[in-house]
């Protein structure tokens, strides 16, 4: 390998919700490595502020106002990031939404379908895209690129009032597997990255009386939230030759949550 192989100078990765939270901290990363950055998020201001964060660690930033539930929008921003960017090598499909309707027999369609069209079909829609440049760089000459869903641990558990969050991160790890058998030939790679709790907008550590916070000092091997900045090692990895042979995998980043089911067994047996 002529480079380091988690170097990223000249690599370009979008990243969807790419302005705060597990985003921000996937772009975090890739701008420490060297690579560069195309952030799309819904609100201007929001990009902004992310990207000069990042071009602080020496990354050039576009940032462009994506709704990716619109897939109109997301073809024309995804051309305007090649035309100006010269290439993408990566995309991190992580916009999503979270919604709790309190019990299954309560969720409406609109419901379901509203937070589907951007889990989901938004997810869709970028690695679609993706997918058609770099298979096109690949028949060029220029194989290979990265596509990573970050998920859940909802992709492989349950959750009361939160079926169609379910369904929409299961569905991620799903299309992961069906584009890496289908375009691994072009040395395009797709893998799902699930977080565990992880401190963002809409996930807050109430400190360790509160319910979750509690729950999660008490099962967690590593006893805390996640933080964004747990998520830039990982983001830099998927994006680089440090994972050229590595796949259709889904990946827990959860501070050891769903390997400690000794712990949730034990808890159990007290409550009976």
């Known amino acids: 390998m002529a480079r380091l192989p988690w170097d990223l100078q000249g690599r370009v990765v979008v990243i969807s919700g790419g302005n705060a939270g597990i985003g921000l901290g996937f772009a975090r990363g890739i701008a420490k490595a060297g690579g ?54 990566g995309a991190i499909a992580n916009a999503g939404l979270m919604m709790n309707q309190g019990c299954f027999t309560n969720m409406t369609g609109e419901a379901w379908h509203a937070l589907l069209s951007v889990n989901q079909h938004g997810a869709f829609y970028l690695a679609r895209e993706a997918a058609r440049h770099m298979r096109g760089r690949a028949e ?95 983001g830099v990895y998927f994006m680089s030759d440090a994972s050229r042979y590595h796949t259709g995998d889904l990946v827990k980043v959860d501070g050891g949550w769903m390997a400690n089911a000794g712990k949730l067994n034990t808890s159990v047996e007290r409550r009976a």
């Open 36 to 89: 560069d950055l195309v952030i799309w998020g819904r609100r201007q201001d929001k990009n902004e502020v992310a990207a000069e964060e990042l071009r602080g660690l020496g990354a050039k930033v576009l940032t462009q106002e994506v709704d990716v539930s619109d897939e109109n929008r997301v073809i024309e921003a995804f051309a305007h990031a090649v035309s100006t960017m010269g290439r993408v090598d």
């Open 140 to 234: 060029a000459g220029d194989a290979g690129g990265s596509i990573l869903f970050c998920a859940s641990l909802s992709a492989v558990t349950g959750s009361i009032g939160m079926q169609h969050y379910n369904a929409s991160k299961g569905a991620m790890a799903s299309l992961a597997r069906g584009i890496a058998v289908d375009l691994g030939k072009y040395g395009i790679r797709a893998n799902t990255v699930c977080p565990g709790y992880t401190e963002s907008e809409t996930v807050k550590d109430q400190g360790p009386d509160s319910p979750l916070g509690s729950q999660v000092r008490e099962r967690c091997p590593i006893p805390r939230f996640g933080t964004p900045e747990d998520f830039e090692g990982i």
